[in-house]
DNA sequence: CAGAATCCTGCGAGATACTG
DNA sequence: CAGTATCTCGCAGGATTCTG
């Protein structure tokens, strides 16, 4: 493995920078955790309907940049029409673990930080 | 506190998704992350230096939306020139852990994830 | 069914200049 | 020092069409 400098989070290839910006990619942390939730495999399709909203062009570029970290893999039966299955790798289930944790964290407390909002702009629109 | 489906990935307006919005936008996580590591306040000029990169510009943007969220404390020193002092919340604080996971998560596996990228690309470069 | 190929648009974010 | 106020631009991501 590559040697990069830990807890150096103002470097441009700090491995956390790098992570943020694929997660914050709008689909991704999605798509692992839906994933991740089903435990099993999932077929293109069922991930669409699953992922409501995300267009066939984005959800194919999210699965293909997970695919290329080597955090899903991709499992093609030669039947036809073709079936696609996609399941999670031992990283990419890794990575659930504190995505899971940052869920549980929004759920708890997204709710109060929307309150504040709120608040903070009642308070500057006067 | 306004109720929120749990579990729900699937809604736009779901907790999750706009944590992650919001965590995905470049600097915030960092600015977070900073602020936790010191422990203690920090000013404008110094929370700038060492988020080295950040525009003035996005900096007081990134800290008004985090202000705004309830994340952090905008404190004023009425001196001239004004001092300005931001610290975490209690919330900003909670949130500071699972930042933090996906920090230590991002340190232990993206080298891995960078060699597996490299692999992928050679394979499909014939 | 699972995509590939195009075209198009909004907005996050950088650069620059000015101020109390 | 700690900001506002503009201008600009790239590109993530959406819509649409076509295919093995």
Request: aromatic share 6%; charged share 35%.
């Amino acid at each position: 493995m590559t040697a990069r400098r830990r807890g150096d989070l103002f470097d441009p290839e700090c491995p956390t920078r790098q992570l943020l910006d694929r997660v914050g990619s709008k689909w991704t942390a999605m798509c692992v955790l839906v994933l991740d939730e089903t435990g099993t495999e999932l077929r293109f399709s069922e991930l669409k309907r699953q992922m409501s909203g995300i267009s066939q062009k984005v959800l194919t570029e999210t699965l293909r940049a997970l695919e290329r970290d080597g955090l899903l893999t991709r499992r093609v039966e030669p039947t036809s029409p073709p079936r696609v299955h996609y399941g999670l790798t031992a990283r990419g289930q890794s990575l659930a673990a504190p995505l899971r944790q940052l869920r549980w964290w929004a759920e708890e407390n997204m709710p109060g930080v929307d309150d504040h909002r709120r608040l903070y702009d009642r308070k500057r629109a006067r």
